[in-house]
Structure formats: C-alpha cells, structure tokens
C-alpha cells in the first residue's frame, strides 16, 4: 500500500494498525504533533471518514493531504466549495451511478458543514433542507447545489482574501446607499415588494461586511475603530428592524434616510488606517 502526504510519497510505517480507522486515527495523532491538519483523506480515490472498517489489506494507495493547523479552517471550506462545484458539475452528467456516488457522499460531507460554516448557516440551510430530502426530482436538487457552491466558494474566498472581500463589502455597501434613495417612493406608491428587497440587500451586505470585517481585523489585530463604529450602529439598526416588523414605514424610511445612512456612509473610514481601499477598482 502506498500512502501518499500533499501528493508525495512517503514511509510512514504501520505499527498495529490493520484496518482504515486505525491508520486515520495514526495519521490524524501524527498530524496532530507536528502543528498540522488532516484536510482529506482519501482510500483509493474514495473520501473516507475515518470510521470505516475496511482493511488495510484491501486498499492500494492513501491520500493524505495536511496544512499548518492555523489555515484549517480556510483549507477545509475550499474542500467543500471544491465538492459542490463537483457535485453541480456531476448532476449535468446523463451517469446515473454518478448521480448515486454523489448523493452518498453529501450525505458524509453534509456532517462536517458545521459549525465550520456557522457564519454563513442561514444562506446554506434553505438549499441543505432540498438536498436532504427526496432526489426523485433532480430540478431543485441542482438549483440547491448551485446556491450552495456560489455561497461556499464565495466563503472560500473571503477566507483566503478578507482585504479584497471587504473592500468589495464596501463597494456594495456604497451601491446599496445610492439606491436607498428611492426607499421612500416605493412604500409611497405601493411597491412595498421593491422596498423590502432594497432592504435586505441592505442587511445582506451589514452582515457580509461584519464577518469579512472581523477577518480582517483578527489578523491586523487593530479594530478599535470598528469596534465603536459597530457598537454605535446596533440600537439605529434594531430600531429599523423593530420598525420593519411593525409595519411603520414612515418611520423606517425615516430612520434609513437620517439615522442609518449618514453612519454606514462613515464605514468606510474604520479602515484607512489598516489599508488603502480603493473603490473605483478593488486594487488594494
């Protein structure tokens, strides 16, 4: 048998262990002292999980593939943005087997989801839910799967670039104020529904900025300015949402116009001194 560490081979020598539960479980203690992270274990090509039986003796070759324990995180969402790309891919393919491989292993990825992708939970689970039920109708399978490689791959990317997604949180934010204009004419005139999505677009973005930006911040490890600018922004946006619930649009669009706006408008500033955001062209 051959095991293979990042692509190379390698002697790593079987004390007892005669099964693939003991040799994950060696490989995971191994990585484990020298500051690494088991990101994908594969028996033959095939993700295992770590608690399968199966023997040593049946298997050819073991891929193994580790990082420095501090980009666990990153590397671990780029594996599942990696299989629902596969997975949106596959489901196009007229192979019914494949289809079938690609149903069994959701069901052993779907476990590690979470909490890696706490953050993101409330976008992923609509689409989760379609995929956890009947396959028979394979329409909303493949709509669930396409949402759930934007959003993954999307996380992945922040992960791996949080200046370059906040500056793109910032640019959006920027399009979401200019557009807020019009908020007031919309509840007047009767076009509630293009109200509220200016609304969520809105807090889409809030919520985009908040995480990329505590990325950012963790490894700059100066959020002073945030830090306050987020803090004087919660009662503002819990009165919006409280007026939201209520109904009270006049008072909503009162609160966007001359309370949320002139605030989210001074965001932007929380970052000058940690880097230079360009938002005509995103170059940082």
């Known amino acids: 048998m051959t095991i293979r560490i990042n692509q190379a081979d390698v002697d ?3 004390e007892k262990e005669t099964t693939v539960k003991e040799l994950a479980a060696s490989l995971y203690s191994w990585a484990a002292s020298q500051d690494l992270a088991v990101v994908s274990l594969l028996a033959d090509g095939r993700a295992i999980d770590g608690v399968e039986p199966m023997a040593l003796s049946e298997i050819t070759t ?23 790309s596969l997975m949106e891919r596959g489901l196009t393919s007229p192979n019914e087997e494949l289809k079938a491989q690609l149903h069994q292993e959701f069901i052993k990825i779907r476990g590690a989801l979470f909490p890696l992708l706490d953050p993101i939970a409330s976008r992923l ?8 039920g009947s396959w028979d109708d394979l329409q909303p399978i493949e709509q669930a799967v396409r949402t759930l490689a ?22 959006r934010l920027d399009d979401c104020l200019g557009s807020l204009a019009d908020l007031g004419k919309f509840f007047q005139t009767g076009q509630d529904r293009d109200g509220f999505e200016l ?6 973005v809030l919520e985009d900025l908040s995480r990329r930006a505590s990325l950012v911040f963790r490894i700059q490890n100066s959020e002073d300015h945030w830090e ?3 803090g004087d922004l919660q009662p ?10 209520a109904g ?24 000058s001194e940690l880097v230079v955001l360009d938002p005509a062209s995103d170059v940082l």
Request: proline share 4%.
């Open 62 to 84: 073991i891929e193994v593939e580790v990082v420095p324990s501090r980009d666990q995180a990153k590397a671990q969402v780029e594996v599942v943005a990696d299989f629902f």
């Open 228 to 230: 306050q600018f987020h």
């Open 199 to 204: 609304i969520l677009k809105l807090f889409t």
């Open 248 to 271: 009270d649009y006049i008072l909503l669009t009162d609160l966007i116009e001359y309370e949320l706006t002139p605030r989210l408008r001074s965001a932007r500033s929380c970052f």
């Open 12 to 14: 790593f020598v079987l």
């Open 236 to 245: 503002v946006l819990q009165e919006t949402e409280n007026a939201l619930a």
């Open 150 to 171: 934007i959003e993954t791959e999307s996380s992945f990317w922040e992960l791996q670039n949080p200046l370059a997604a906040v500056s793109d949180s910032l640019q």
């Open 125 to 132: 689970t609509p689409s989760l839910t379609v995929l956890d």
